[in-house]
């Protein structure tokens, strides 16, 4: 059974077509040799790598679609590996994706087709006699894009006569001193503590009388 798959290799940032068509061709005969379809090959270019490869900051991006069954795929790849001129290549199934792609447009557009036509213009209202339509001129006024009519000039204009000027009074407020108090200094009188003496008791002496002992025989 064929599917869709996406072939991306990276050769060398100086590479040639001289070297890059014979890396395609390889994809493509043994494509055709299973009698499946190429696609679409587009050549990127130059680009920045997300690490380094072999030293290398740049490659050089080739990007190949085709329909094929599977046994195609591990060949394909074989082939890339002993390509000293490849530095890096990956092999994406997308018919899977291309099929849910396809689900999500049709759905969409079941839904724009259940949506309800636009509703149509109003229709004109019938013209009634005497009255005006939008845009029309009417008689006496000036046409569309006419001058308008210069303003009466100040010659024709009547002078009214000088409002009288009123001078107000100059009210000058009064100055009022303020009194200045002098706080009178309370003098607190100086309490003299008495010194008491106290007297110094002596006590009385109490003499203890001597008792004889009697004389030993």
Not at 31 to 49: F, Y
Not at 52 to 72: I, M, N, R, W
Not at 99 to 123: C, F, H, Q, S
Not at 173 to 197: F, G, I, S
């Amino acid at each position: 059974m064929n599917r869709i798959y996406e072939e991306m290799f990276i050769v060398r940032p100086d590479a040639t077509d001289e070297v890059i068509d014979p890396l395609v061709e390889i994809i493509t005969k043994e494509v055709l040799s299973k009698e499946g379809t190429i696609d679409k090959v587009e050549k990127w270019g130059k680009r920045r790598l997300a690490y380094k490869l072999e030293k290398l900051d740049h490659g050089y991006y080739v990007l190949v679609q085709f329909t094929c069954p599977a046994a195609s795929v591990k060949e394909i790849e074989r082939r890339l590996r002993v390509q000293d001129a490849v530095l890096k290549f990956i092999t994406v199934r997308i018919d899977e994706r291309l099929k849910v792609a396809e689900k999500r447009k049709k759905k969409a557009d079941k839904r724009a087709a259940r949506k309800p036509p636009p509703a149509p213009m109003p229709a004109a209202a019938p013209l009634v006699p005497g009255a005006v339509l939008p845009g029309a001129v009417l008689p006496g006024a000036p046409a569309p894009g006419a001058p308008m009519p210069a303003a009466p000039s100040a010659a024709l204009a009547p002078v009214l006569p000088d409002a009288p000027v009123v001078e107000t009074p100059v009210v000058e407020t009064p100055v009022v001193a303020t009194p200045v108090v002098e706080t009178p200094v309370v003098e607190t009188p100086v309490v003299e503590t008495p010194v008491v003496e106290t007297p110094v008791v002596e006590p009385p002496v109490v003499e203890t009388p001597a008792a004889d002992k009697p004389a030993a025989e």
